[in-house]
């Protein structure tokens, strides 16, 4: 009975493309359906989402970009249908199974990303007023965070006895705070590199790159899904929200994120001003102040153990981060090291010709 009720309820939906179900598997929003003509996957999304995603996904076909879950089109050419208030896309059903080995999902994830942003990068005008505005905006917010942060360390250090909370507080006020300064930093530089600039290096956006929305065909090529939250931004946008998941654990030396990150850099060099916008979101300890932030206005609102826990992970983040950036420093000080060796040799050989 329950498996008649998902035919039924597919039906209406696949007849748009021609395609009779025989049976239907449901795997959250998607539906993997086994038909007369193969086996597909049913995409549920909000119709919000549908003209964007679509008109995304073109764009990048007529940019030369093919490593994207094909979409097929109805019998009349449409993308999607509208059925009972949401809207439905189909694609095939890819088998995605790994014959490599599991952190080479990440090196083909992140080099497929460098080419989808190379061959969508396009370069657009900017008001020099928006760029100060914004400037401005995240630099006072971020100054009020020190406020915060100052001000929260006198009031926990003034306590004859400090909660546990406070106390995590206290012995972490160091680090939260270098990572501050450094956000803080690299904002100003980024401001002070770009402020007479009128143009600004946007790609496409995928929106939620995920190695869930990484899927493998039968031959071992990569593609991606999930375009819905598609759209123009920097290519930072795709690469600090994997990277923030990837560390949001406990204390390590992330190796494998700094591989993952020249990996990408390999095949799409991020600008000096990117880096420095970059550099300057990745180490902000964002999470860990709005955390000691809800603790500070209403103590005793919170479980004890449970906001020190959610903290303690957040700070774990700042620090798994900081590797990485110190990582990352320490590499580029030696590529100029090394080339400035190179540039020097090839003098005194010039010299000693002469």
Request: glycine share 4%; with cysteine; net charge neutral.
């Amino acid at each position: 009975m329950y498996e008649k009720n998902r035919l039924e309820k597919v039906y209406p939906i696949l007849k748009n493309y021609a395609i009779e179900p025989h049976f239907v598997e449901n795997f959250g929003k998607i539906q993997k359906v086994y038909s007369n003509k193969g086996v597909f996957a049913l995409k549920k999304i909000n119709p919000k989402q549908g003209g964007d995603f679509v008109k995304h996904i073109q764009s990048l076909y007529q940019k030369g970009y093919n490593r994207i879950v094909p979409i097929f089109p109805t019998i009349d050419g449409r993308y999607g249908v509208l059925h009972e208030h949401n809207l439905y896309y189909l694609m095939p059903w890819l088998v995605n199974e790994e014959n490599e080995k599991g952190h080479e999902r990440h090196h083909q994830l992140f080099r497929e990303l460098a080419r989808l942003h190379t061959l969508s990068t396009n370069d657009i005008k900017v008001n020099k007023e928006d760029r100060t505005d914004h400037y401005e905006k995240t630099l006072l917010e971020w100054e009020k965070h020190q406020d915060f942060l100052e001000g929260f360390m006198e009031a926990c250090e003034q306590r004859t006895y400090m909660s546990p909370f406070e106390l995590m507080f206290v012995l972490s006020y160091n680090d939260i705070q270098q990572a501050l300064n450094y956000s803080i930093k690299n904002l100003k530089a980024w401001y002070e590199k770009t402020k007479d600039d009128e143009k600004a290096r946007v790609v496409t956006v995928h929106g939620k790159i995920s190695t869930d929305h990484f899927l493998y065909d039968e031959r071992g090529y990569g593609y991606f899904s999930n375009f819905e939250q598609a759209r123009q931004g920097s290519p930072i946008h795709d690469i600090l929200p994997f990277l923030s998941r990837s560390l949001k654990t406990f204390p390590k030396r992330a190796e494998d994120c700094i591989e993952w990150i020249y990996m990408y850099l390999k095949y799409f060099p991020l600008r000096e001003d990117e880096l420095l916008l970059f550099a300057s979101y990745f180490a902000h300890p964002g999470a860990v102040i709005r955390t000691a932030e809800k603790y500070y206005k209403n103590p005793s609102r919170h479980s004890e153990r449970k906001i020190l826990q959610h903290f303690q992970k957040h700070y774990w983040l700042i620090k798994n981060s900081e590797y990485v950036l110190m990582r990352m420093e320490e590499i580029e000080r030696q590529k100029q090291q090394a080339k400035a060796q190179a540039e020097a040799a090839a003098q005194a050989n010039e010299g000693a010709q002469n």
